[in-house]
């Protein structure tokens, strides 16, 4: 059975930084391009970030270059997302999620954790 378990959200200052980790398991997780996305309150659910399996090729959403950054320890078999210099838009609830290489849709998915950022 695939777990994906987010972790790390919080309540945060803007300007503040949170990290986020996605621990897995029930998967080969060096075999899985993983991927952050987050949902507000009333929105869709946007991309935030991806990263291949091997964790040499990172892609990230234009509203957050430079301020997130996301990794990835396959011997740990966890996902991370660094959120720097945040701000109250980015206030949602942010999923982790797994997907083949040659796949587009991601297949497992976390239950999410609480990211809220006051003004």
């Known amino acids: 059975q695939v777990q994906l378990v987010e972790s790390g959200g919080g309540l945060v200052q803007a300007g503040g930084s949170l990290r986020l980790s996605c621990a897995a398991s029930g998967l080969t997780f060096n075999m899985y391009d993983m991927g952050w996305f987050r949902q507000a309150p009333g929105k869709e659910r946007e991309f935030v970030a991806r990263?291949?399996?091997?964790?040499?090729?990172?892609y990230y959403a234009d509203s957050n270059k430079g301020r997130f950054t996301i990794s990835r320890d396959n011997a740990k078999m966890t996902l991370y997302l660094q959120m720097n210099n945040l701000k109250p838009e980015d206030t949602a609830v942010y999923y982790c999620?797994?997907?083949?290489?040659?796949?587009?849709?991601?297949?497992?998915w976390g239950q999410g954790t609480q990211v809220t950022v006051s003004s």
């Open positions: 999620a797994a997907r083949a290489p040659t796949a587009t849709a991601y297949k497992y």
């Open positions: 990263i291949s399996w091997s964790g040499g090729v990172t």
